[in-house]
């Protein structure tokens, strides 16, 4: 049995508690609220406290809360050479306090309070100063997760960004997509099938096999229709460089 | 029984030829293809002709062939005062031969000929100049497909637009997501369950509630990070502009 302890009550906090609370191997101990009033739905047994100093020792404790405390939550840690870890993409690891053994626990996926997840299928990708303590990560990654990865933070780095690409823009393109037929009075239902194909199709071609469309024709007719059938100035400009870059990257 | 014919052996042909086969009330008579080695792998018993002349009168001709040829196939169907439609989201019905009935069929779908779909699930936009021809689209449209809408020229043009954002644009993103892994020697398996969610997301929450990350909170810290991390001009210059018009977005 391991026993681990979240820092928070954010999105990524709660579903690592409903994830631990499943898990066979992990004792939840403890989790740290600043915010007396935060809803811990499917927590039942764990004990939640407001005081960093009732904060008893555990194998692991999870930092789950914003980029910018993540270093002054851990320095309030109150113990030595325990082992801390933070659910950061884009913070180094080297940015938790200097008083206990530091580590990562990032979950690669976009958690929402509102919608559940299947986590198993969540992507964590972890990181240690030591092979025990990547040993003693793994093992309570693979307790909620079937997909674990080792990763160095430069990788999680190039990670986050490659996420920011997949997932935030792609999402944004998606609110583009609805906007242009709210413009034309077109239900956005009818763009959802192809949404999901979209996204299917990487299933069994790369993306560069999967690249379809005007701008890979290079079918400078049809790019030009688009244009002028564009009335918004951004949505233009975005249709501008994305066709751009579609077209130089079929010449490489 | 409603008599198609498909002029055409491309992709879209050859998911309406597959979709037709299995429709209890439509003959598929016979598909034209220009190409005599066109392989017509789920066609069983359909008659393949190479002579416009050969083709016999049915109740609906279905051009699936590039935008660029719909005008000059459609003046070779060998018939007047026929209904004969095209199968593209970016041509104008007009478009089509003044000889016969004018309409549209068009799947909003991204097809591949490696590629499996279920065509029950393909979006079909159809259109044509009377009652009584939309009515006998409809039937055929539904033969094969659930998800059967009247859209017009114009709201058909935005769909189009909207596609290549949601699709063309998506996937592309996705591409440069699957760089910066190669990048930094990450493997893109990572990020698969994260682009899965993205489009999975779409269907309880709307894009613009679903947005997520640093532009939308406008972290100006991160933000400059990934600029700072990203090597390649062409990802750097899509950053910023998708960053902004996600920042811009949110003050509206």
Same mark, same amino acid.
């Given at each position: 049995?391991?026993? *681990?302890?979240?820092?928070?009550?954010?999105? +990524?906090?709660?579903? #690592?508690?409903?994830?631990?609370?499943?898990?066979?191997?992990?004792?939840?101990?403890? !989790?740290?609220?600043?915010?007396?009033?935060?809803?811990?739905?499917?927590?039942?047994? +764990?004990?939640?406290?407001?005081? &960093?100093?009732?904060?008893?020792? +555990?194998? @692991? &404790?999870?930092?789950? /809360?914003?980029?910018?405390?993540?270093?002054?939550?851990?320095?309030?840690?109150?113990?030595?050479?325990? #082992?801390? *870890?933070?659910? %950061?993409?884009? !913070?180094?690891?080297?940015?938790?306090?200097?008083?206990?053994?530091?580590?990562? &626990?990032?979950?690669?996926?976009? $958690? %929402?309070?509102?919608?559940?997840?299947? =986590?198993?299928?969540?992507?964590?990708?972890?990181?240690?100063?030591?092979?025990?303590?990547?040993? $003693?990560?793994?093992?309570?990654?693979?307790?909620?997760?079937?997909? !674990?990865?080792?990763?160095? %933070?430069?990788?999680?780095?190039?990670?986050? !960004?490659?996420?920011?690409? +997949?997932?935030?823009?792609?999402?944004? #393109?998606?609110?583009?997509?609805?906007?242009?037929?709210?413009?034309?009075? /077109?239900? =956005?239902?009818?763009?959802?099938?192809?949404? =999901?194909?979209?996204?299917?199709?990487?299933?069994? $071609?790369?993306?560069?096999?999967?690249?379809?469309?005007?701008?890979?024709?290079?079918?400078?007719?049809?790019?030009?229709?688009? @244009?002028? =059938? @564009?009335?918004?100035?951004?949505?233009?400009?975005?249709?501008?460089?994305?066709?751009?870059?579609?077209?130089?990257?079929?010449?490489?």
């Amino acid at each position: 049995m391991i026993s *681990v302890s979240i820092i928070g009550s954010g999105n +990524v906090a709660q579903h #690592l508690i409903s994830a631990f609370e499943k898990a066979e191997n992990i004792e939840l101990v403890q !989790v740290y609220s600043r915010n007396p009033t935060a809803n811990f739905p499917d927590s039942k047994s +764990v004990a939640i406290t407001q005081n &960093f100093n009732e904060l008893q020792p +555990v194998d @692991l &404790f999870i930092i789950a /809360v914003s980029d910018d405390v993540i270093t002054s939550v851990s320095d309030q840690i109150p113990f030595s050479n325990q #082992l801390v *870890v933070h659910t %950061s993409g884009s !913070v180094a690891m080297e940015s938790l306090s200097n008083s206990n053994r530091k580590g990562v &626990f990032y979950p690669l996926q976009t $958690l %929402s309070k509102t919608k559940e997840i299947n =986590f198993k299928e969540v992507p964590l990708c972890i990181e240690a100063e030591s092979n025990s303590d990547l040993e $003693l990560l793994h093992e309570v990654a693979s307790a909620i997760s079937n997909n !674990v990865f080792e990763i160095d %933070s430069n990788q999680r780095k190039s990670l986050h !960004v490659a996420a920011v690409f +997949v997932n935030n823009f792609t999402n944004h #393109l998606f609110q583009i997509g609805n906007e242009i037929c709210d413009e034309n009075r /077109v239900s =956005f239902e009818i763009l959802k099938p192809l949404i =999901f194909e979209t996204a299917n199709k990487i299933n069994s $071609l790369s993306p560069k096999e999967a690249q379809t469309g005007p701008a890979k024709r290079n079918d400078t007719i049809t790019i030009n229709k688009h @244009l002028d =059938f @564009l009335s918004n100035p951004n949505h233009k400009e975005i249709y501008k460089i994305l066709t751009k870059s579609i077209i130089d990257n079929g010449k490489l």
